[in-house]
């Protein structure tokens, strides 16, 4: 294992050494940027199959609501109906999470690497590089200990959060819209199935059914979820320098990504936009 720290410290060290000429001294700083954007390279491709299981998703809301209201008295068999369904559709519920999923090794290679003294039994030449004023290894408690948040490590910490509020931000509006879009066409689906079976007692059925939602067990996770990209504001602050910018790159990645590979779905973009 103390090979493989070794061979990877010694590519991020090729990789700051070829980008000193425009960099300088945040080479290092720059080397990790640019090999947080070949991790979402090559992370790509899931991305892209995990936006099309979003869409094929979207298309069997309509069977969901059907299944909701056959099964509106017993959750456990509502749950097991639409993932036999998922199963026949060849649609994941999971798929948007193999992204993350398959980022996370890089996160902890770098947290590791800008978190040890030693690499290979040698002093960790990496933790002499900075960002600016701020060293990668350090944290941003020991940069208010140098200056408070106003010194010079502490606005590189100040920029950081700027960025990642605003991203947040960003994902948040978005996020909102695309749930209150899913919700309203889940809601008119559930009504559509439940107008087709007797009139007595369809306006209770269609409520009980847009109550459901999703999947039961999903009703929590779906309020937090809009608040999600918040919680990247605490990783920054308390991981190593050169891991917040393996974060901060890779979540400010994701939104742009996002927002094209889900351009078309429902909530996606502001109704002003829509009418441009």
């Not at 993932?83 to 798929?95: C, F, N, Q, T």
């Not at 809009?226 to 320098?241: D, E, I, N």
């Amino acid at each position: 294992m103390s090979t493989f720290f070794s061979a990877f410290a010694s590519m991020v060290e090729r990789l700051a050494d070829l980008l000193q000429p425009l960099f300088h001294a945040s080479s290092a700083a720059a080397a990790i940027v640019l090999f947080t954007a070949l991790v979402r390279l090559l992370v790509h491709p899931l991305s892209r199959a995990a936006a099309r299981g979003q869409r094929e998703r979207a298309r069997l809301q309509p069977q969901i609501a059907a299944l909701r209201e056959k099964h509106r008295k017993n959750p456990e068999k509502l749950q097991k109906a639409i993932m036999e369904l998922h199963a026949e559709e060849k649609v994941s519920p999971l798929s948007g999470c193999l992204p993350s999923l398959f980022q996370m090794p890089a996160f902890f290679l770098l947290y590791h690497l800008f978190s040890s003294t030693t690499i290979g039994g040698e002093s960790n030449a990496l933790l002499g590089h900075r960002l600016f004023a701020a060293p990668l290894g350090g944290r941003w408690a020991e940069a208010l200990g140098d200056g408070g948040p106003f010194g010079a490590q502490g606005l590189v910490y100040l920029g950081l959060f700027a960025l990642v509020a605003a991203v947040a931000t960003f994902n948040f509006r978005r996020t909102k819209r695309m749930m209150a879009a899913g919700a309203a066409t889940s809601a008119a689906s559930t009504s559509a199935s439940a107008a087709k079976g007797a009139s007595e007692g369809a306006s209770e059925r269609a409520s009980e059914g847009a109550a459901a939602g999703q999947m039961p067990g999903l009703g929590a996770v779906n309020k937090i979820m809009p608040w999600m990209s918040f919680f990247t504001l605490f990783t920054v602050a308390f991981v190593p320098l050169a891991a917040a910018l393996y974060v901060v790159t890779s979540t400010t990645w994701s939104a742009v990504e996002r927002a094209v590979l889900y351009r078309d779905m429902p909530g996606a973009a502001p109704a002003t936009a829509a009418l441009v």
